[in-house]
Nanobody, 125 residues
Framework: QVQLVESGGGLVQAGGSLRLSCAAS????????MGWFRQAPGKEREFVAA????????NYADSVKGRFTISRDTGKNTLYLQMNSLKPEDTAVYYC??????????????????WGQGTRVTVSS
């Protein structure tokens, strides 16, 4: 069992930055591939970024590539999402998730075993 708690969301103007954090507890964080997803009002949950449990592989949605950076600190059991050059269309609830298995970067939500409760990000124009 892995418990995930996101933080760092808030209101920011377009062009600004935010850093989301996801604190993990329970089973060994370092053995899970981790991902960030988001869900905007009236839309389905979508993939944002993922990082393998080794930290050696990352993957990003085209919509955030070059603006967002996913990283993890195994010593702190924490996953991060640095979001720069934010746009109004980035407004959503952001979720972190954990996936077991070999080191990879899963894009599909069904491949993830554990989810946080989400943190809201609002980008004003």
């Amino acid at each position: 069992q892995v418990q995930l708690v996101e933080s760092g969301g808030g209101l920011v103007q377009a062009g600004g930055s935010l850093r989301l954090s996801c604190a993990a507890s329970g089973r060994t964080f370092s053995t899970y591939n981790m991902g960030w997803f988001r869900q905007a009002p009236g839309k389905e949950r979508e993939f944002v970024a993922a990082i393998s449990w080794s930290g050696g592989r990352t993957n990003y949605a085209d919509s955030v590539k070059g603006r967002f950076t996913i990283s993890r600190d195994t010593g702190k059991n924490t996953l991060y999402l640095q979001m720069n050059s934010l746009k109004p269309e980035d407004t959503a609830v952001y979720y972190c998730a954990a996936a077991g298995g070999p080191p990879t970067v899963p894009l599909k939500s069904l491949l993830y075993d554990y989810w946080g409760q989400g943190t809201r990000v609002t980008v004003s124009s």
